[in-house]
């Protein structure tokens, strides 16, 4: 991938966009306000971000008009990580800002939300239903005894009733937790036990890839198991009867009620997301009202240049932190396009068809999807009307060259193509979009604002150029308050600040270019170290995955017993290929030409699949583990799998090597 470092921009954005673009206004303003430098553009933007971080935060706030209710003493009252303290004093609500849209009387009847399921019907929400909703569920929460602090859980696909709930929950002051419905019960109570929730809203099932999947079942094994819920409320997408004990959806959201904000502290927690979990229970990341908020309004008014005249689609499920990103949308005015279905039905140009149809002008979804539209060989810019998007951004794992390509050559050129790379963690990006900035074949644009983004060597010394360990080295507001059932924050310390005491260490193995753009190389506990050099998986999967015959490839590195160090890679085929020789050759040839000699692995293996998390993320570590010969039971949590049983493959290849 750093190759590419002395390529041509792909993409250049023209000086009306430069001009027009929110992050231009923005410093120009901060220029005379707050002291931001007036010329040298965005890297001179982001080098005072982070070197004038409070002043930074404060500009942001101010820009884009939080409401406190009451006033903060400081910006940062503690700048030590982990426990950072932001906005000491002040009081606010996530919920009002997200509805703030719907106080304007021009806006009042234009769509806040456009959901679109399977058969590509589009059902537009209000922004004044979307608040009567809200307000609505909110009394009720509160009839029910929902107090700040309570957590309300939710077994919902990507329908507006979770935009919904979620708003309620936290305009109470209560605490949100999700979960996708194709997750299983003892993924669900891995995640929803650890938090105790009072609440549970709950679909009866849902529709995916052309079929109706009942949840009955699931949704009884979690009421019987979650002792803490005092109410449970049915949402029936498929149209059955709500199950005894259980209120319906539609009588607590009907009254069009106007809402009641709870004026919360900055740091109160708004929601819990989850970790993957493959090696043991998720951990439960809380993350503040405040924190989200702030950080939120920066990523997608500032980096995703959205605002009231847009429409945000990311295709995500509610299981995956991008659900609670795209919500967010809502804080900049933006439409949010809320897509349930398959991401390929009834083929894999769905996801282009939902943003012709919606008029998308920011387009989010994965790598991988992108990479599978190419060997698909589809034509999106020939065959649907998507001359509304601005941006496609992708996540999930990096963009291989080949799809920033792809999406040129056959989305628009004239297109801004937008890899961006953060975390579950913070609910954001380390770096990713700028809409100022050119676009580099294989680079995320730069790091993003206020995030003091570094590549650090194992002495913890910042280098340009080389690979190393993705460090942020000064807070971000929506860094976890806390990892819930950690009393002593000893998890929450091991699992960023262990390797760097006081540096937040991600995990990822990045080079920063000497323009200032970034390369993700991938993870960085599960390195591959060849003969003392280090590489990351994601410089293999790029290659590999040219080939056509190649569906999906899992690389793992194997330290011996005796000092020697087995190197295999997995392929799963696709239809119709076989691994001969040829094939064989091919792969091997493809690695040592594209990366170097070191590799190419000792072996190429057959799997009759790659498992991933329930987020759509390969498993590495674990497969490591079995292969080490660590029975499955204690290599992987079950429920966080997509499919347990083709982890079986490799607990009995590491039998038979034994």
């Not at 049915?234 to 009641?260: Q, R, Y």
């Amino acid at each position: 991938m750093t190759a590419a470092a002395n390529e041509a921009p792909l993409w250049q954005p023209g000086p009306d966009r430069i001009a027009a673009a929110a992050v231009t206004r923005f410093q120009s303003w901060a220029a005379e306000r707050y002291g931001a430098p007036a010329d040298g553009g965005y890297p001179a933007l982001h080098r005072w971000s982070v070197d004038e971080l409070d002043t930074f935060w404060q500009a942001v706030a101010d820009w884009f008009d939080v409401r406190f209710s009451a006033p903060y003493e400081s910006v940062i009252g503690d700048r030590t990580m982990p426990g950072a303290q932001w906005f000491p004093g002040a009081t606010l609500n996530y919920a009002e800002h997200a509805l703030r849209a719907a106080e304007d009387p021009l806006r009042a009847d234009a769509p806040a939300l456009l959901h679109v399921d399977e058969t590509h019907t589009q059902v537009p929400i209000s922004w004044s239903e979307l608040r009567g909703r809200v307000g609505s569920l909110a009394a009720e929460l509160r009839a029910l005894g929902v107090e700040p602090g309570d957590r309300v859980s939710a077994y919902l696909p990507n329908v507006p009733q979770a935009v919904v709930a979620f708003l309620a929950t936290a305009a109470v002051g209560g605490v949100w937790t999700s979960c996708a419905p194709d997750f299983g019960a003892r993924s669900v109570l891995d995640r929803f036990q650890q938090v105790e929730p009072v609440v549970l809203f709950a679909v009866d099932g849902y529709r995916y890839g052309g079929k109706e999947h009942d949840r009955a079942d699931t949704v009884a094994e979690l009421r019987r198991e979650l002792p803490t819920l005092r109410a449970v409320v049915h949402i029936p997408l498929l149209g059955t009867e709500a199950p005894e004990g259980a209120l319906e959806w539609s009588a607590l959201t009907s009254a069009d009620t106007e809402p009641v904000f709870e004026q919360v502290p900055f740091d109160h927690p708004l929601w819990v997301l989850y970790s993957s979990g493959t090696t043991g229970l998720p951990k439960a990341i809380v993350q503040s009202q405040g924190g989200i908020l702030l950080e939120h309004f920066k990523q997608i008014g500032l980096h995703c240049d959205l605002g009231p005249d847009d429409r945000f689609f990311w295709y995500t499920s509610t299981g995956w932190m991008m659900w609670n990103f795209l919500v967010s949308g809502l804080l900049t005015g933006t439409t949010l396009v809320l897509y349930d279905g398959s991401p390929g039905y009834p083929d894999v140009s769905a996801q282009w068809r939902v943003a012709e149809q919606t008029g998308a002008t920011l387009f989010g979804t994965s790598a991988a999807y992108v990479m599978a539209c190419r060997k698909a060989g589809i034509h999106p810019g020939r065959d649907f009307d998507l001359s509304r998007i601005q941006c496609v951004a992708t996540t999930g794992s990096p963009l291989p060259p080949d799809g920033f390509r792809w999406l040129h050559d056959e989305v628009a050129d004239d297109l801004w193509t937008a890899s961006v790379s953060g975390g579950t963690d913070v609910c954001s990006c380390f770096a990713g979009a700028v809409p100022t900035l050119p676009v580099h074949i294989g680079e995320l644009q730069a790091p993003c604002l206020g995030t003091d983004l570094q590549s650090w060597d194992p002495a913890g010394k910042p280098h340009i150029g080389e690979v190393g360990e993705l460090v942020v080295t000064a807070p971000l507001p929506s860094m976890p308050i806390r990892f819930w059932n950690d009393p002593d924050g000893s998890r929450y310390h091991d699992s960023y600040f262990d390797m760097y005491p006081g540096v937040w260490r991600h995990g990822d193995w990045i080079t920063i270019t000497e323009r200032g753009s970034v390369i993700i190389h991938g993870r960085s506990d599960s390195t591959l170290n060849r003969q003392g050099v280090r590489m990351g998986s994601a410089d293999i999967y790029e290659a590999v995955e040219r080939l056509p015959e190649i569906r999906e490839s899992l690389v793992i590195g194997i330290e011996e017993p005796d000092g020697g160090y087995w190197m295999p890679l997995f392929v799963h085929l696709a239809d119709g290929a076989a691994l001969d020789d040829d094939l064989r050759n091919s792969i091997k040839q493809t690695i040592r030409e594209n990366l170097s000699p070191r590799h190419v692995p000792d072996e190429v293996i057959e799997v009759p699949g790659i498992p991933h998390t329930l987020t759509g993320k390969r498993i590495e570590v674990p497969v490591k583990r079995l292969l080490q010969g660590t029975a499955l039971a204690k290599a992987v949590n079950p429920g966080s799998v997509d499919n347990l049983e083709l982890l079986r493959f490799y607990e009995d290849l590491a039998r038979k090597r034994a």
